[in-house]
């Protein structure tokens, strides 16, 4: 679910020092408070105006849709229509077919990946691992560096450098399936 606000009220909280501080304690107030009287049964997160709920079935997902898209319109908001959408969590336990089996959040993309069970079985699991997107702007990032460039640094002194922000980069996107960094990694490692 991603929000998007008419004209007239970005104008008034934009350019502050504390515009994202009030945008988020306005989506406090009007989606995660009301979340908690509305639905207390029902988990979620949020970070800034993107959130993701779990819902049980596809009916309550509908109707929890339907809900929100009222109390953003009660508070002056509305759903994006083409990032809001239902998503199947689909694995090896839940079989159906349904049109969106994935979805990104936080750089992340969930979607149905390969596991193994404490027993050595291989299973398909619902997953979190770095986005494509993520992907493509670490490389990008990489890039601009023009490592082969930097002829007259030693290995030591780009690692120096560069290390930090691989580390940062590894807590970060590493903290769910770690091998989906594997391939970008090896970018990085002196042959």
């Known amino acids: ?14 350019g502050g020092v504390v515009s994202p501080v009030l945008a988020n304690l306005f989506m406090h107030y009007a989606f ?7 639905c207390p049964g029902i988990p979620f997160e949020r970070y800034a105006d993107d959130a993701v709920v779990h819902c049980v079935s596809r009916q309550q997902a509908h109707a929890i849709r339907v809900a929100i898209e009222n109390r953003m ?15 199947y969590c689909k694995d090896s336990n839940r079989r159906s077919s349904h049109e969106h089996t ?28 770095i986005s494509k997107d993520a992907l493509n702007k670490i490389s990008r990032t990489v890039r601009s560096w023009r490592l082969h460039r930097r002829t007259g640094y030693t290995f030591a ?23 989906a960094l594997h391939p970008l990694l090896q970018r990085n490692n002196p042959k």
Not at 73 to 87: C, N, S
């Open 73 to 87: 319109v009660e508070v002056g908001l509305r759903l994006h229509p083409d990032k809001t959408r239902i998503v």
């Open 157 to 179: 002194e780009l690692a120096r450098t560069i290390n930090p922000i691989v580390r940062g980069w590894m807590q970060y996107y590493g903290a769910f399936y770690r091998s």
């Open 102 to 129: 994935s979805f990104t959040f936080l750089g992340f993309t969930f979607r149905a990946r390969k596991a193994r069970s404490r027993h050595g079985k291989n299973f398909a699991a619902f997953l979190p691992a």
């Open 32 to 38: 995660d408070a009301w979340m908690a009287r509305r």
């Open 1 to 14: 679910m991603t929000l998007t606000r008419s004209p007239l009220q970005v104008r008034h909280c934009v």
